[in-house]
């Protein structure tokens, strides 16, 4: 049974404007959650983290939003970029490893 | 700079045939993981090693072998290889096995005919 799901496997968005990944886990013991990017033919690149004691947290143009009572936690980036394409993995950090979503595929288009 | 090393990047093989993976990472982490990603499946988490000495089963280890060889090598033997294995591995390793973020290999395409 999926522990974190990204219900949106794919989104697309305009060169400039916001882009909101959203992931939503059902484990309350999970208390690390990061966000991975994947381009084709490559691994996974580590992207941005946030804590379960802290609700926000921002590096440039990636913000991550955690709603520990909702179980659910939201990647922003703005302004989006044609370079930002790609896959964007949520996961979650729990019993001595990390749990991961399916992904969801980001166009941003000029 | 390498970061994780894995070996092949790409390998073709026929139902029934062996092979191992090989990982190997110079961050001097002591955890270790194998994924296979599937085409709408996400990252699955096969086998992993916490720390050097111990390996433990992830999602979907039917078929898989490990062994962590030292504190940087990490390898995955398929034993007789079915078409089902068809995808995509990575290994990653980290610092320790939770609260510390995963750096990975640039994967391994494996088809099995």
């Known amino acids: 049974d999926q522990q974190v799901k990204q219900n949106s496997p794919s989104l697309s968005v305009q060169e400039g404007r916001i882009s909101i990944l959203n992931c939503d886990y059902t484990n309350s013991m999970f208390d690390y959650f990061l966000w991975y990017k994947k381009y084709p033919a490559e691994g996974p690149t580590f992207l941005i983290s946030?804590?379960?004691?802290?609700d926000k947290n921002e590096d440039g143009r990636f913000t991550v939003f955690l709603n520990k009572s909702a179980k659910h936690l939201s990647l922003h980036i703005v302004p989006s970029q044609p370079g930002d394409s790609a896959v964007y993995f949520c996961a979650a950090s729990g019993l001595g490893r990390l749990y991961f979503g399916r992904g969801t595929q980001l166009t941003v288009w000029p | 700079n390498a970061g994780v090393t894995q070996t092949p990047k790409f390998q073709v093989l026929k139902t029934g045939q062996s092979m191992t993976l090989q990982c190997a990472q110079d961050m001097n982490h002591n955890s270790m993981y194998w994924y296979r990603q599937d085409p709408g499946m996400g990252l699955r988490l096969i086998y992993y090693?916490?720390?050097?000495?111990?390996?433990d089963k992830g999602e979907v280890p039917n078929g898989y072998n490990v062994s962590r060889l030292n504190k940087r090598e990490f390898s995955l033997r398929l034993e007789s290889a079915a078409p089902s294995q068809t995808s995509v591995y990575f290994c990653?390793?980290?610092?320790?096995?939770?609260?510390?973020?995963?750096?990975f290999g640039q994967g391994t395409r494996l088809t099995v005919v």
């Open positions: 090693s916490a720390s050097e000495g111990t390996t």
């Open positions: 946030i804590s379960s004691i802290k």
């Open positions: 990653a390793s980290s610092e320790n096995s939770g609260y510390t973020e995963a750096f």
